[in-house]
């Protein structure tokens, strides 16, 4: 049975089509209008595993905030439907990934109960700047989290254990949230794996 959704989400400050394959061979394709955060979004599809499609269109004119916090909204969505009931995944996971300098520590639960725990200090090294054109606030990456953790209804922790580099920082968050993510949603038994019954 093929683990897959497609999502829209139309509000009159952005306009975003998601297609997600869980089971797929890292096919991505991603347009947001915001280059730096689309290599960030793919890093989430390839790295995870998933054949992704994300189009969206949005007010970057004013700021790339609602772009950002909408697209992780509606991933999270697709997410959440994309897993069904869940029944056979191993639910729990947890990695290391570094890049260079910088090491990040992810653990995920599919738990149902929506919650981040975001340690990870961006810009180190106090510095503010935009990543890209139109600009990427690193702090968005913080508000892109929080949305699609509570709209896939997970659990999910990020740590930063070292870094200097802003892109090798956000870089390695979401190659390492990919990575937890592949082996939580890997389907290893048939049953619902909670003693509730239900995730």
Same mark, same amino acid.
């Given at each position: 049975?093929?683990? @897959? ?47 992704? @499609? ?64 975001? @340690? ?41 254990? @070292? ?37």
């Amino acid at each position: 049975m093929s683990r @897959s959704a497609q999502r829209v989400r139309k509000t009159k400050e952005t306009a975003i089509t998601i297609d997600l394959e869980l089971d797929g061979s890292g096919q991505v394709n991603v347009d947001t209008g915001i280059p730096f955060f689309d290599h960030m979004v793919t890093q989430l599809g390839k790295h995870g595993g998933f054949d992704l @499609s994300v189009q969206a269109s949005g007010d970057v004119h004013v700021d790339t905030h609602h772009t950002v916090e909408d697209v992780g909204i509606l991933l999270g969505e697709t997410l959440r439907e994309a897993l069904g009931d869940k029944a056979g995944v191993r639910r729990f996971a947890s990695v290391a990934v570094p890049l260079d300098e910088t090491l990040i520590d992810v653990a995920v639960d599919l738990s149902g109960r929506p919650f981040l725990v975001y @340690s990870v200090d961006p810009s180190p090294g106090g510095e503010s700047f935009l990543l890209g054109q139109p600009g990427f606030d690193p702090q968005l990456a913080e508000e892109f989290w929080r949305a699609f953790a509570h709209a896939a209804a997970i659990t999910l922790h990020l740590r930063m254990v @070292s870094g200097k580099n802003t892109h090798h920082i956000l870089e390695a968050s979401f190659k390492a949230v990919a990575r937890a993510l592949r082996d939580a949603v890997r389907v290893e038994g048939v049953g619902v794996p909670s003693t509730k019954g239900t995730l």
